[in-house]
Structure formats: C-alpha cells, structure tokens
C-alpha cells in the first residue's frame, strides 16, 4: 500500500515506495551519463535522477509502468527532485494511487448527464445523444474520461465535469440570445469533447493514445459523431453540418488546434463556453498547487502568458491603498 505521496515530500526526506514513471531520457554531464524519469502519483509530480544510469537502466524503464523507487529528496533549482538509489518495476499496486478524481462521484455525474440530455427538445438531436451515450463504451468513457493531460481537469471524471460545466454555460447563453439555436448549442455542448474518450489512456498515468496523438480529439470525436449520425434514419444533412461544425471548430482557430474557426452565432458560443470553464479550471489547480499563507503570486504560467495573482491573506481581503 502506497503511504508517501509527491505532495508531501520535502527536501531530506528518504523515500522508499511506488510511482509512476511518465517520462525517461538518458542525458549526458561532466561526470558521465545520468538517467532523468519524470515520477507521478495522484498528487503530483517530481523529477528523479539516476546517476551513471546505464543501458540496462534504459531498457527497464518504460514509461506508463510503476516501479518501486528508493531515494532521497533533493532540491535542483529551487524544486525538489528525488536521488534515485534503486528503482524496480511492480506488478503489484492501487490504480487510484495513481489517478486523482474529481470532487463528483461517477452517480452524480451520471445523473447530470440524463438530466442535461433531458434538456434537448429537438428529436434529431436527442437521438443522436441517446445513441452516443447509450453505447456502453463511450458511456463508461466519458464518466471516467479525462478534460486533458495537464492543463486542466486533469484527473477521472475530468471530461464529465467540464463538459456538463460548458453545458450550463451555454443553456444561460442560449436563454440570452435569440439568434442562438438552443438545442443545436446544447448539443454542441454535450459532444465537443466526446473524441477524449478515445484519445487518452488513463490505465496508470493520462497519456495520449495513438489515435489522440496522431489524429486529436477533434478529429476523433467529429468521426465518432459522423458514425452515430450515419445510424439514425433521415437525420437532416443541415443539422450534422452544423453540429459536426460545432465539434471542429470548438477551439477557436487552426492556431489553438480547431480545423476551421467558428463560423455561426451557437460555434461562437461554444468557443467561448468551453475557453472559460478550461482557463478557470486551469487557474483552479494552479492556485490548488502553488498558493500558501504569504504567496500572493503564482509562478509564470507559460500557457497564459502571465502571472496569477492569489491576494493577500489578511482581513482586507487583498486590497491596497492605490
């Protein structure tokens, strides 16, 4: 049983148990060759060294596998890293060691679901809903599935929660706006990220699949909508332009990874959507990670390309006189 996590270990401490290994590389320094190995829990993560690693070492390590680790916390940089004095795989471990979870239990987020599908009057697409959540595969997927690797909601029941998040978004969107298509946007919503489910493995650390590296949820998920389509009789080509639409180009641009740019008043509104719940959610685990009594900042965050300000701890809830 797993009892030290990343999160809790400080520099000087020796460290005798499991981990996931996520990344290996063999690099090269004035003394020799040492192997670096990227260690996850579901707690975090830390950087480990192995010095005079050798080729045996390089075989032996593979990324996705748990391995017992024995070591000492170091600090490189002003992180921690951990000294690696022995390191050997296990067959032998807890999967939720590995993985963290969201706050909503697998019930509740299933019950969302049915009462956000609810919600769709129109026939077509409620068919084409109950035909995609209804496979047992893509069900059990997407109520385990992950919103990314590392940016944001980054753990089981991730996809779930974000997207059930993006769909409460646009049904206040669509209550505002009469140009919007409220049953169009709504579906949107439920199936933008559908494509995750197959593009990340979650079997002992969140990786992409073959599929998700080389062809994107996008793609992925604009294919697997296509195939459910293509089941329901006389479904209106006008509607699967639009909602496949809706899934490629929920991004925003070719520059942030959409194949085309929102195009129609429901593909802007669920840009917009699913930018926000992603960017609060990423500021969410970052202030989680790094904010502590006296840390008014975070570090640099190079996807936002700024800083995040966590305010101060006293009683005048963080304002200055300016």
């Known amino acids: 049983m797993k009892t030290t996590f990343i999160s809790e270990v400080v520099p000087g401490a020796e460290v005798d148990d499991l981990f996931a290994v996520r990344n290996v590389e063999l690099k090269e320094y004035s003394g020799g060759k040492m192997i670096t190995v990227e260690l996850v829990d579901r707690s975090g993560r830390i950087n480990g060294v192995i010095w005079n690693g050798t080729s045996d070492d390089m075989d032996m390590l ?24 022995a390191i050997k795989p296990t067959e032998k471990y807890d999967p939720d060691d590995f993985l963290a979870r969201g706050e909503f239990s697998r ?18 697409f409620r068919k084409l809903l109950d035909s995609v ?13 992950v919103g990314g690797k590392l940016w944001h909601h980054n753990y089981i029941g991730g996809l779930a929660e974000h997207t059930l998040c993006v769909f409460d978004i646009c049904l206040d969107i669509s209550s505002r706006y009469r ?11 439920l199936l933008h990220d559908i494509g995750k489910i197959e593009s990340y493995s979650t079997a002992s650390v969140i990786e ?17 909508v296509g195939d459910s389509i293509s089941k329901i009789p006389g479904f209106p080509a006008e509607k ?7 899934i490629l180009s929920h991004q925003g641009s070719p520059e942030q990874s959409s194949p085309v740019a929102p195009m129609i008043p429901e593909g802007m509104a669920l840009y917009i959507a699913d930018l926000l719940d992603s960017k609060l959610a ?12 006296g840390v008014k900042w975070s570090n640099f965050v190079n996807l936002l390309d700024r800083h995040i300000y966590f305010g101060s701890d006293g009683d005048d809830n963080g304002q200055e006189n300016i």
């Not at 593979?62 to 004095?85: A, D, E, H, M």
């Not at 140009?179 to 919503?189: F, P, S």
């Open 240 to 246: 699967k332009l639009r909602i496949r639409h809706l």
């Open 107 to 124: 019930e509740e987020l299933d019950n969302r679901l049915n009462q956000a599908i609810a919600k769709v009057d129109d026939s077509y």
């Open 62 to 85: 593979q990324p996705g596998k748990i391995y017992r680790v024995q070591g000492t916390v170091t600090t490189y940089k002003s992180k921690s890293q951990l000294t690696i004095n």
């Open 179 to 189: 140009e919007i298509d409220r049953d169009l946007l709504l579906t949107g919503a």
């Open 282 to 293: 990423a500021i969410r685990r970052i202030k989680k990670k790094e904010h502590r009594p």
């Open 208 to 224: 992409y699949t073959d599929s998700g590296r080389l062809l994107g949820h996008i793609v992925v998920g604009d294919r697997l």
């Open 133 to 145: 959540f209804s496979e047992k595969g893509y069900r059990d997927g997407f109520l385990r599935g």
